[in-house]
């Protein structure tokens, strides 16, 4: 079995590898979006858009 999600930006299916956890960052592989597993349920995952990354850290 495999785990599967939708992006979030462009809905595709996604396929993720059977033992992602949350909070783990992949990305979409038909937009290319950044995206942060936020739950897993069963054999669904949760995405969401990631964060950006900000490289503001006060220097
Ligand atoms: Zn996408």
Redesign the pocket.
């Known amino acids: 079995m495999s785990m599967e999600g939708t ?1 979030p ?4 299916e ?1 396929s993720l590898k059977e033992d992602i956890l949350v909070s783990e960052i992949l990305s ?6 950044v ?1 942060v597993v936020e739950a897993i349920d069963d054999h669904r995952a949760s995405l969401r858009e990631a964060p950006a990354i900000e490289e503001d850290w006060g220097q």
Request: proline content about 8%.
């Open positions: 992006c930006i462009c809905e595709a996604v979409c592989p038909d937009c290319h979006s995206l």
